[in-house]
């Protein structure tokens, strides 16, 4: 099998020397490049498979980087980013970044996005009449519009199931509250983050066993929500 192909872009050699190490040390073929243009550059010869994305980056930023990529590619393109950068990690995920890990992480968080984001580019999309979304207890048959809980359904009101249908579309990825406000209630919608946030809450009474404590649907401050897919681990 061939090792999936991951460019890491960053001007900072030490975090690239180390994301390096172990990518190649779980199997991964690993490039890398130094600024935007290089980037694009090393994009368009090698196509990889997954782009490890920082924000600030000399010569062409890393916005202008993902509008370049997402122009000709759906290849799934994981931010780095500072801590505390919240208005960049939301625009760059508006852009179409797939997710983003917030600078330092862990090496277990890398590989568990990194592993996250390429089964979702591999996947297939569901055939017609089989599209059912199942994690943990929770089971979302797109096609009957049937939710269940522990096998019990839940009634959700329409603006709800198009809110759990909108995040199930993008299960254990990011989704700002500016996507979700665009899927669910119209292209005009934008900036009523409130609205969000009460159908969230009333969402999670019909989902989860503790709204408090949530299992399935995640907040990311700042940012938006992530609703966890089978086999995931809640992140924090």
Do not use: C
Request: glycine share 6%; charged share 30%.
């Amino acid at each position: 099998m061939t090792a999936a192909r991951i460019l890491v872009v960053d001007d900072e050699p030490a975090i690239v020397s180390a994301i390096r190490t172990n990518l190649e040390g779980h199997g991964f073929s690993v490039d890398a490049a130094a600024d935007g243009r290089e980037a694009l550059d090393r994009f368009e010869r090698h196509r990889p498979d997954l782009v490890l994305l920082d924000l600030n980056l000399p010569l062409v930023d890393g916005m202008d980087v993902i509008r370049s990529i997402r122009r000709e590619a759906r290849t799934p393109i994981v931010v780095l980013s500072v801590r505390g950068a919240e208005r960049d990690k939301v625009a760059a995920l508006d852009l179409g970044a797939d997710d983003y890990l917030t600078k330092p992480f862990g090496v277990d968080e890398l590989l568990a996005r990194v592993r996250v984001a390429l089964r979702h580019a591999a996947a297939s999309p569901p055939a017609a009449g089989g599209s059912v979304f199942a994690t943990g207890d929770l089971r979302v048959d797109l096609d009957r519009r049937l939710v269940t809980l522990q096998a019990r359904p839940v009634h959700l009101t329409p603006t709800e199931y198009e809110l759990l249908r909108a995040l199930v579309s993008r299960s254990d990825r990011v989704v700002t509250d500016r996507m979700l406000l665009q899927q669910v209630w119209g292209p005009e919608y934008g900036d009523e983050s409130h609205y969000l946030h009460v159908y969230v809450a009333r969402l999670r009474r019909k989902i989860e066993r503790d709204p408090q404590s949530p299992r399935y649907l995640l907040t990311e401050p700042g940012v938006g929500y992530r609703l966890v897919g089978e086999g995931s681990t809640p992140t924090r």
